[in-house]
């Protein structure tokens, strides 16, 4: 007889990445924007793909509500239970809440979200995520060779926004430095009433000889009200001295950035 382990792997706001080799599901796109009027609709399309190579899954379609945490990491809550939740607002056919698909075989699904006629609160943006969960878990071996039984839900942000202009605003709360973790905190907030999306670039310049170094971007999401801290490790290779670190939050065009500055020595 043999013997498994479950395993149940959930894959939030991404396409699915193949872990194992006989049992996957893609989705794509792994975000959807919409924008519409109190009372009206907006449909748009999600294809889900079965990727394994011999198992049928039978899928179903569920809805929850997110939010990030300070760190930006994607926090999952039940439908309906944030206080920016749209998942009521979001329906799809009645026969694509439930289906199989063979190996290889794809479907798309038509996700709409309609805003009520009149709301409950003021908010220019809502949010809630769409789960694809797979319903019969299937045996798989991992990578020790261990036979496991593998389950996978998919999970699809969905974004709403009324169709007036909205305050894109940025600022930087802090910037301080980590002498003992050897990196940057960079504290920030979005304090405008839509989500905001962009990268923040560092440079950092030893004051005593004006070598430059500048370190890959960072990007970033947010939602209104988000306060985030961001660590901003520095390179190993970095010579001792005197710095002045900038620090650039680019969110859209030239009327969208924030910047901050800080000088402190590094010492490792």
Same mark, same amino acid.
């Given at each position: 007889m043999k013997k498994f382990s479950f395993f149940f792997c959930s894959l939030f706001c991404a396409l699915f990445s193949t872990i194992f080799a006989q049992t996957g599901v893609s989705v794509s796109p792994p975000r959807l924007y919409f924008e519409s009027d109190p009372g009206h609709s907006n449909t748009q399309k999600v294809t889900v793909t079965n990727v394994s190579a011999k198992n049928s899954l039978d899928l179903a379609i569920s809805l929850g509500d997110w939010e990030y945490d300070e760190k930006g990491e994607n926090m999952t809550y039940g439908a309906n239970t944030r206080p920016a939740s749209c998942a009521s607002w979001v329906s799809v056919k009645k026969e694509e809440n439930y289906f199989t698909l063979a190996p290889g075989e794809k479907k798309d699904i038509d996700v709409t979200i309609t805003a009520p006629t009149i709301l409950s609160d003021n908010l220019k943006a809502h949010t809630a995520v769409l789960y694809v969960s797979q319903m019969n878990p299937v045996d798989d071996v991992d990578s020790k060779g261990a036979h496991i039984k593998v389950s996978i839900r998919s999970g699809i942000k969905l974004f709403h926004k009324l169709p007036l202009p909205g305050t894109k605003k940025i600022e930087i709360q802090n910037l301080v430095y980590g002498k003992l973790s050897n990196r940057l905190d960079l504290f920030f907030e979005n304090q405008g009433d839509v989500w905001i999306d962009g990268k923040v670039y560092t440079d950092l310049v030893n004051v005593?000889? &004006? #070598? #430059?170094?500048?370190?890959? *971007?960072?990007?970033?999401?947010?939602? *209104? &009200?988000n306060k985030r801290e961001m660590n901003i490790s520095l390179p190993s290779t970095l010579e001792k001295g005197k710095y002045t670190a900038s620090v650039m939050i680019d969110y859209g065009d030239s009327n969208n950035l924030e910047l901050g500055e800080l000088s402190f020595t590094y010492e490792k």
């Amino acid at each position: 007889m043999k013997k498994f382990s479950f395993f149940f792997c959930s894959l939030f706001c991404a396409l699915f990445s193949t872990i194992f080799a006989q049992t996957g599901v893609s989705v794509s796109p792994p975000r959807l924007y919409f924008e519409s009027d109190p009372g009206h609709s907006n449909t748009q399309k999600v294809t889900v793909t079965n990727v394994s190579a011999k198992n049928s899954l039978d899928l179903a379609i569920s809805l929850g509500d997110w939010e990030y945490d300070e760190k930006g990491e994607n926090m999952t809550y039940g439908a309906n239970t944030r206080p920016a939740s749209c998942a009521s607002w979001v329906s799809v056919k009645k026969e694509e809440n439930y289906f199989t698909l063979a190996p290889g075989e794809k479907k798309d699904i038509d996700v709409t979200i309609t805003a009520p006629t009149i709301l409950s609160d003021n908010l220019k943006a809502h949010t809630a995520v769409l789960y694809v969960s797979q319903m019969n878990p299937v045996d798989d071996v991992d990578s020790k060779g261990a036979h496991i039984k593998v389950s996978i839900r998919s999970g699809i942000k969905l974004f709403h926004k009324l169709p007036l202009p909205g305050t894109k605003k940025i600022e930087i709360q802090n910037l301080v430095y980590g002498k003992l973790s050897n990196r940057l905190d960079l504290f920030f907030e979005n304090q405008g009433d839509v989500w905001i999306d962009g990268k923040v670039y560092t440079d950092l310049v030893n004051v005593e000889n &004006g #070598k #430059k170094t500048a370190l890959d *971007p960072v990007i970033f999401y947010t939602m *209104p &009200g988000n306060k985030r801290e961001m660590n901003i490790s520095l390179p190993s290779t970095l010579e001792k001295g005197k710095y002045t670190a900038s620090v650039m939050i680019d969110y859209g065009d030239s009327n969208n950035l924030e910047l901050g500055e800080l000088s402190f020595t590094y010492e490792k």
